[in-house]
């Protein structure tokens, strides 16, 4: 299934740009990065829930935020992308 994993997350705070540099990892483990703060992430179920476990240990509630979009297995027909960064086909392999 495709999940869009979109944060924020506050580095004005102590320990801020720790937290955002720690998600970002988690999220680069498991996902492709298609803006700043938004991953699409193709797991399946057991790797959405550690993902979504590990995500949730690291933020601070009371001053970032996490949102997930689910998409399903069908994604292809709820995703259109207009621009000049390049589409990755998740399901294929990444060669460069």
Do not use: W
Not at 29 to 41: A, I, K, L, T
Not at 62 to 73: E, K, N, T, V
Request: net charge positive; with cysteine.
């Amino acid at each position: 299934m495709l999940v869009l994993i979109t944060y924020d997350v506050n580095t004005q705070s102590p320990g801020g740009k720790k937290r955002l540099r720690r998600i970002a990892s988690l999220c680069t483990d498991y996902g492709v990065r298609v803006q700043n703060s938004v991953f699409e992430c193709l797991v399946n179920p057991a790797q959405f829930r550690e993902l979504k476990n590990k995500l949730t240990k690291e933020i601070d509630e009371d001053r970032d935020s996490l949102r997930f979009y689910y998409l399903g297995d069908k994604y292809k027909t709820k995703v259109e992308h207009v621009g000049a960064k390049e589409t990755i086909k998740m399901d294929e392999p990444l060669i460069f």
